[in-house]
């Protein structure tokens, strides 16, 4: 078995904020697109992902500008914004679009 084979057999990520390795499911996903960051909470959608347990993770990783640095992308305050609001509702920002 390659080693990649056995990562997605394992299927975890690890969180961007605490560095906690999780269960896929038990994680939020951000997808980068090219109108920036935004909550995808199918898990599904394509691009580059990053993930965190929550929303307090997502400030950790807001002032450790670890979010940037996972999705090679920069992220506004603006960005950060909206992901915190669709985190609340558990709402796809795109398709609001
Ligand atoms: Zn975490």
């Known amino acids: 078995m390659t080693p990649r084979a056995e990562?997605?057999?394992?299927?975890t990520r690890t969180c961007i904020g605490c560095g906690a390795q999780?269960?896929?499911?038990?994680?939020?996903r951000i997808v980068r697109t090219p109108d920036g960051p935004v909550f995808d909470p199918t898990g599904k959608a394509n691009g580059?992902?990053?993930?965190v347990c929550n929303r307090a993770c997502l400030e950790k990783a807001r002032?450790?500008?670890r979010l940037q640095r996972a999705l090679?992308?920069?992220v506004s305050n603006e960005d950060y914004e909206r992901l915190v609001q669709c985190m609340d509702e558990f709402a796809s920002c795109m398709d609001e679009r």
Request: hydrophobic share 25%; proline share 0%.
């Open 7 to 11: 990562q997605s057999t394992l299927r």
């Open 22 to 28: 999780q269960h896929k499911q038990g994680l939020l």
């Open 48 to 51: 580059r992902g990053a993930y």
């Open 63 to 65: 002032k450790a500008k």
């Open 72 to 74: 090679k992308s920069d």
